[in-house]
């Protein structure tokens, strides 16, 4: 009996039209452009200006393009994920608010915390759900609406984070397909420091006065320690899966990296040996999205994609988690 994987059949994306590039950062905070290109990589991000939309909307908008790409119905969906650190709200789910804005009827759907892994865990969950044989057509969603929990009088954080969202259709492959989702590792590790976290709106601190004065509604993050943890983490998952599926830097045809900053990008690379031309790179652009990145990085290079390339997606980020997804092209 031949195993069953799971293949990526489109591809979609939103991103909003709201350029805030460093020249205006500069005029917000205590910052400059050289500073912010030179450490981090990011020239420019995007803010979802419109205050009656949110993460759901940018999620809808990725999934229709990418079930357009897919040529695939939105009532044939089995199932969503939205992976998000920004839901629309804590419940209902953003997942159950695409359901309904894309017309999806027959799909249950769900969202899943893991900050910046959040779409390498939802498309291995997804890869696993397809594998079982129990469902046919997932959606999985990457999006995230960071400047609903970006301080932007903080210089350390308001310049990284932008909005955005990502979506790809996963589909089981034919008997005869090579391609697919061929392996996938995930780790997380309790940080209990929460070195990368929102303190506040949980059930641990809910919101009150003294939450909202002391800024705990706010991304706070420890940029020292997520940079070594981030640039070790995503440098060794990506070794770990290349290692467990004997990869030389040779076969691998794409790293597809979380983008948090270009040098956690380039000291990955360099581990895995690969050259800057394999490295898919837009966060000039875009900033950190947190769940977005990797999609959004599967958008823009979408039409270089060759069938049989290998394709290596690693992430690092809050909680702490990290993970890596091997994944032969084929469409
Ligand atoms: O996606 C999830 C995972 N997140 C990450 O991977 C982010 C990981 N962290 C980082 O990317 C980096 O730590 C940052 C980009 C956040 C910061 O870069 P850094 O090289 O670690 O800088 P730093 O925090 O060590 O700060 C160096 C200096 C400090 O000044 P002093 O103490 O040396 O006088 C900061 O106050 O740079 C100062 N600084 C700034 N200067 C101009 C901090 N932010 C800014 C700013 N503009 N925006």
Known sequence: MSIKRAKITGIGHYLPDYVLDNAELETMVDTNDEWIRTRTGISERRILKDPDKATSFMAAEAA???????GVDAEEIDAIIVATVTPDYFFPASAALVQKKIGAKNAFGYDLSAACSGFVFALSEAAMMIESGRLKKILVIGADKMSSIVDFTDRATCILFGDAAGAVVLEET????EGGIIDFVQHTEGDDDCSLSQPAGGSLNPASVETVESKMHFIQQDGRVVFKKATEGMADVSLEIMEKNNLTSEDVAWLVPHQAN??????????????????????QKYGNTTAATIPLCLYDWKDQL??????????????FTWGAIYL????
């Open 262 to 283: 270009l040098r956690i990008i380039q000291a990955t690379a360099r581990r895995m040996g690969l050259t800057e031309e394999k490295v898919m790179i837009n966060i």
């Open 64 to 70: 229709k393009e990418a079930l357009a790409d897919a």
């Open 306 to 319: 060759k069938d049989g390339d290998n394709l290596i997606l690693s992430a690092y980020g809050g909680g």
């Open 174 to 177: 034919e008997e005869t397909d």
């Open 328 to 331: 032969k092209w084929s469409k």
